[in-house]
């Protein structure tokens, strides 16, 4: 029997929107977000040119370095295609949808996101990677890969037997807390703090040194400005960092006591996730700790973003099986 075409094509999309999620990680966390000064192309190309004018580098302010360049488009080209894919996902889902269980919410939800977020890319670019686009366009990216899951979820589990509404406030609180902690690393990375605090436990020595919150959480800045390698003063990076740390010692006490739960009620599909939640963290608080220890080695630091998509992942098909079937799909 042939695959089910919508599953099919629903898996493809959630595994390249994971994809482009660690892709514009790896090309934030190896400095290349402005490897190609305009957008969408690449100095005026739509593939990286081998070489480019000296005028156009001047007009530019950045000369073209091939490695960094490349980083982007590729991170571009994903990114395109999942726009594609997901424009397919919604004319299917409007052609289809008189029939039973076909809701247009989710599919049209997911294009306006992607339309949104295209423009975040560019504007990631042309404000010269300013914290609080680059912070916006990570979410976009998690929110995107979470709404796509929630439908293959609908596919491929949309009737479970049984369902935990008593899990809901702990996964939907583990979710908050998660999405803060995100955002908490995304605005770490995006001010290049992650090293402001080259200890650990402790900051600079000290177990609480001195701290500029204000500064550090700000999100005007001046126009024009150029935020690659950061711009902020040290105390302000520090205040980042321990408020990353703190965010993370929260997730850690409750995204863990939300595993614990769904392994002492759930049943035997569930209890996995319940491990697989409780691993996840593990890892994660780990890969957390071995940044800083480590100075941040670039295959760390991606996969400390790949764990924490992971970990909204699971934290989705959880919340998938503490609601009543069908939330998002009109019923017959």
Known sequence: MAPDFPAWITRLAVALAFTVVVLGAYVRLSHAGLGCPDWPGCYGEMIVPEQVAPHVETQHQRPLEHGKAWKEMVHRYAAGTLGL?????????????????????????????????????????????RPVIVVAHLLGGMTILALLFWMLVEHIGGDYRSRHPAWFPWVTAALVMLAIQITLGGWT??????????????????????????????????????????????????????????????????????????????????????????????????????????????????????????????????????????????QA
């Open 85 to 129: 894919l997901i424009a397919f996902l919604a004319v299917r889902s409007w052609k289809n949808r008189k029939q039973p269980g076909v809701s247009m919410v989710l599919p049209v939800l997911l294009v306006a996101l992607v339309v949104f977020q295209a423009a975040l890319g560019m504007w990631t670019v042309t404000l010269l990677l």
């Open 189 to 330: 990375s995006a001010n290049y703090a992650a090293l402001a605090c080259p200890d650990f436990p402790t900051c600079l020595g000290q177990w609480w040194p001195p701290l500029d919150f204000a500064g550090g959480f700000t999100l005007r800045h001046q126009p024009g400005m150029d935020y690659e390698g950061g711009i902020l003063a040290g105390d302000a990076r520090a205040a980042i960092h321990v408020a990353h740390r703190l965010g993370a010692l929260f997730s850690f006490l409750l995204i863990g006591a939300t595993a614990l739960r769904v392994l002492r009620d759930g049943d035997k599909p569930a209890g996995t996730l319940g491990f697989l939640l409780l691993g996840a963290l593990i890892v994660q608080l780990a890969l957390g700790i071995s940044n800083v220890l480590l100075r941040l080695p670039l295959p760390v630091a991606v996969a400390h973003n790949a764990v924490a998509a992971l970990l909204l992942l699971i934290l989705v098909a959880l919340l998938h099986r503490s609601l009543p079937p069908g939330v998002f799909r009109r």
